[in-house]
C-alpha cells in the first residue's frame, strides 16, 4: 500500500509549510488534486493519512480534501482528445486509436492548505 | 480569538522523490553506468531473467544489482551466484523501492566501473510505478501464466515503461494467453514500448533481450 508512503510525504510537506507561515497555528484542512490515471486509491490514502496524522504537531486534525482530475490523452492517430478509460480499453472513441500523450490526470499534488491560527500571534507579528 | 486563513500553493506531493530520483540519475550518468529498473507482479521471472542476464553478460561487462524485498534475501542469493556485487535493499512493510532508498545505497556503496546496474523491484504492478528511481529504463514483465488482460488492469506501469518482456513463453501451448491482445494492449496504452517474448527455460528469445541491453551501451 504505497497510499501510507505518500501520506508521509502530504504530512513532511504540511509540517514544512507550518513551520513556515504559522509555527504555533493548526492546519485543519489539505487540498489535493489526484489524477484518474495515478495508482491512488483514496480511501487508503485517507485512512493512512489519519492513522499517521496524530503523530505530528499542528495537523492532528487535519483533513484532506481531495479533487479527482479526469484522464485526458491526445490519441495516436487524429490527434482528437479523449477520455481513456478501462470501460473503452483506453481508445479513443471517434478513431479508436490508443493514448498517444497523457495531458492531463497524472496530477498528484497538494494546492492549498487552510490554516487556524490565534490572532494573538497574528498580532504579534504584524 | 482564533481565525482561518487559505494557503494556495501548488507542490508535487511525490517531488521529493523526483528530485532524489534526478539526482541518482546524475550518479548514474557520472559513473557511465547504465541503469535498468525491473518491475513485475511477484513470480513473473524478474529473478530468474536476472539470473539468465548476468550469466550471460558478465563475462565482457561488470554488472551489480540492487535487489528489492519486503523481506529475506532469497533472490540476492540466487544472483550472488552470478557476480558478487548484489546489494539487498528490504523495504520492510513498503510495497516498493523509492529514490531515497536507491540514493543511500548509492551514497554508501562503491559502483564505480559499473556497467550495467539492474536494479530488481518488489514484486508488485501497482506501487513500483509511482515511483521513479533515476533508472535509464523501465523494463516490466508480463508472464504468459498471468493473462493477457494484465495491461488493461494495470495501465500505469505499462504506460509508463520503455520495454515489456512476455516471459516463460514455453508455457504459451498450455495457456489462454493471447499475445496478439496483450500487445494490442500495450500499444494502445504506450506505443513507444519495445516488446520482447522470450523463456529462459528453453533458451528462445533471450538473445534479443540482451541484444537490447547491449545496445545501450554501444
Not at chain 2, 521529493?16 to 530520483?21: G, P, V
Not at chain 2, 534526478?22 to 550518479?27: A, K, P, W
Not at chain 2, 516498493?96 to 551514497?107: G, N, T, V, Y
Request: charged residues 20%; aromatic residues 6%; hydrophobic residues 40%.
Amino acid at each position: 500500500m504505497h497510499e501510507a508512503t505518500i501520506a508521509q510525504s502530504i504530512l513532511q510537506i504540511l509540517s514544512e509549510k507550518l513551520l513556515q507561515i504559522c509555527p504555533s497555528g493548526q492546519i485543519v484542512k489539505a487540498r489535493l488534486l489526484i489524477g484518474e490515471f495515478r495508482n491512488i486509491d483514496v480511501d487508503s490514502l485517507s485512512f493512512s493519512f489519519d492513522t499517521l496524522k496524530k503523530f505530528h504537531l499542528g495537523i492532528s486534525s487535519c483533513n484532506l480534501e481531495f479533487e479527482t482530475i479526469p484522464t485526458e490523452a491526445v490519441c495516436q492517430k487524429e490527434n482528437h482528445i479523449y477520455h481513456p478509460t478501462f470501460e473503452n480499453t483506453f481508445l479513443c472513441e471517434q478513431c479508436q486509436s490508443g493514448i498517444g500523450k497523457i495531458i492531463r490526470g497524472e496530477e498528484l499534488d497538494l494546492v492549498g492548505t487552510t490554516i487556524l491560527s490565534s490572532s494573538m500571534e497574528n498580532d504579534q507579528h504584524a | 480569538m482564533h481565525e482561518t486563513v487559505d494557503q494556495h500553493m501548488l507542490e508535487s506531493i511525490l517531488g521529493r522523490n523526483n528530485e532524489l530520483a534526478h539526482h541518482n540519475r546524475e550518479h548514474f550518468n557520472e559513473l557511465g553506468l547504465v541503469a535498468i529498473n525491473i518491475m513485475s507482479a511477484p513470480g513473473a521471472g524478474k529473478t530468474t531473467l536476472l539470473e539468465k542476464t548476468l550469466s550471460s553478460l558478465s563475462t565482457d561487462y561488470d554488472c551489480s544489482v540492487i535487489e528489492g524485498d519486503m523481506i529475506g534475501d532469497l533472490d540476492a542469493k540466487r544472483l550472488q551466484k552470478y557476480i558478487p556485487a548484489v546489494h539487498q535493499i528490504t523495504t520492510g512493510k513498503s510495497c516498493h523501492l523509492d529514490a531515497q532508498m536507491i540514493a543511500r545505497l548509492l551514497h554508501a556503496q562503491k559502483f564505480g566501473g559499473t556497467d550495467y546496474l539492474f536494479i530488481e523491484n518488489v514484486g508488485n504492478l501497482v506501487c513500483p510505478a509511482e515511483f521513479p528511481l533515476g533508472e535509464h529504463k523501465r523494463v516490466v514483465l508480463l508472464s504468459v501464466t498471468e493473462g493477457d488482460d494484465k495491461p488493461l488492469k494495470y495501465p500505469v506501469i505499462f504506460h509508463n515503461c520503455d520495454v515489456v518482456v512476455f516471459t516463460k513463453c514455453d508455457l504459451l501451448p498450455y495457456v489462454t494467453f493471447n499475445m496478439v491482445k496483450a500487445k494490442d494492449s500495450i500499444q494502445n496504452l504506450n506505443p513507444k514500448a519495445q516488446c520482447f517474448e522470450l523463456s529462459v527455460l528453453n533458451d528462445t528469445g533471450v538473445d534479443n533481450w540482451l541484444n537490447w541491453i547491449k545496445g545501450m551501451r554501444s
